[in-house]
């Protein structure tokens, strides 16, 4: 009779080649068995399993794994381990694409597919871009798309008060006004585009500020002395200089004061000139020379055609009305009639030469 006899595999559960190498030393062992020979004699004989006297129990199995192996030797591979996997191309931890059925591979897949890109790692989900139409890094609450990353023209933020205008943004500070009038204030407050008042300007004064806020400081008009020629100006601002005693062993030191303390000199008075429209002396009126001796001889001019009659003539410093400084007009009734005027073939001396018609044309008999 024939005796079938099993040797024990004990320990974990087997592999692939594990098995395979087992049941050759079983077919082994059962073929030394049935001509004769023991496996090592002077060992023991194997323990029974039940319905097999000679065969060793079965081998101890682990729990199933996903590793593509029976791990708990029921016939099954990865039994409910297996897990939808998706491709994360850009290892960024989220996948795209079509999805396999696996066990978790590690680096290169994910068990999500929420990558709207995955060509880039930073990018991988829709997010809400604001559009920023002067580029001033802001963008308009009210103007926005959704993208799968960012589109050119758009930022994150949504705090821009006016986007048609740079310098206006969050942060900002808004100027007006110049000297005393300046004013500043945030461009935006709350996403609201604040509007920048500028002061109330007053006189100018000599205070080294621009009070009235024209952009000048201290322009106080000048201040003015003399009169005739020799008025002059000055400026009104200025400092008034005083020395002081030194305390206390110190030396004297000089303390100036800004203010409105300009100083005027007028200037030099000359002798006065008649006729000229001018104050020479600075007396406050010009041609009055009292020395008869300066004094002018006018002619009178009643047609006002710059010469004066010969007769009539008069002694002054300041000009008469209707007199003239050159003599010799033969008719000051008419204007037409004086030195230098042309002749004409009208049977009058129009240039007072003491001849009618004498031109050159009344000589050509034009004048019958």
Known sequence: MTRKSCIRVSGRSLGRYEALLSTLLFLTVTLVSSIGFAANPSEPPPEEVSGCPDCPPPPECEPEVCDGVDNDCDGKIDEGLLRTLYRDADGDGYGAGA????????????????????????????????????????????????????????????????????????GAIKQCGVGACAASVQACVNGVERTCTPGTPSPEVCDREDNDCNGKVDDVPPITCGQGVCMRSAPACGELCETVEGQDGKPPKVVCEW?????????????????????????????????????????????????????GA???????????????????????????????????????????????????SVCQ
Not at 269 to 286: F, H, I, T, Y
Not at 290 to 310: L, N, Q
Not at 339 to 356: K, M, R, T, Y
């Open 99 to 170: 999805s396999i059925q696996g066990c978790p591979l590690g680096l290169g897949w994910v068990t999500n597919n929420l990558d709207c890109n995955d060509s880039n790692a930073s990018v991988w989900q829709v997010s809400r871009f604001y559009r920023d139409a002067d580029g001033d890094g802001y963008g308009a609450p009210n103007n926005w798309i959704d993208s799968c990353g960012r589109p050119a023209g758009y930022v994150t933020n949504a705090t821009d008060c006016n986007d048609s205008n740079a310098a206006v943004k969050p």
């Open 259 to 311: 203010g409105n303390y300009g100083r005027c000199t007028p200037g030099t008075p000359s002798k006065e000139l008649c006729a000229n429209g001018v104050d020479d002396d600075c007396n406050g009126s010009a041609d009055d020379a009292s020395d008869e001796a300066d004094w002018i001889t006018f002619y009178p001019d009643r047609d006002h055609d710059g010469v004066g009659a010969s007769w």
């Open 314 to 364: 008069e002694l002054a410093c300041r000009q008469p009305p209707n007199t003239s400084r050159v003599s010799g007009d033969c008719d000051d009734t008419r204007s037409d009639m004086k030195p230098g005027a042309a002749e004409l073939c009208d049977g009058i001396d129009n240039n007072c030469s003491g001849d009618v018609d004498e031109s050159s044309v009344c000589e050509q």
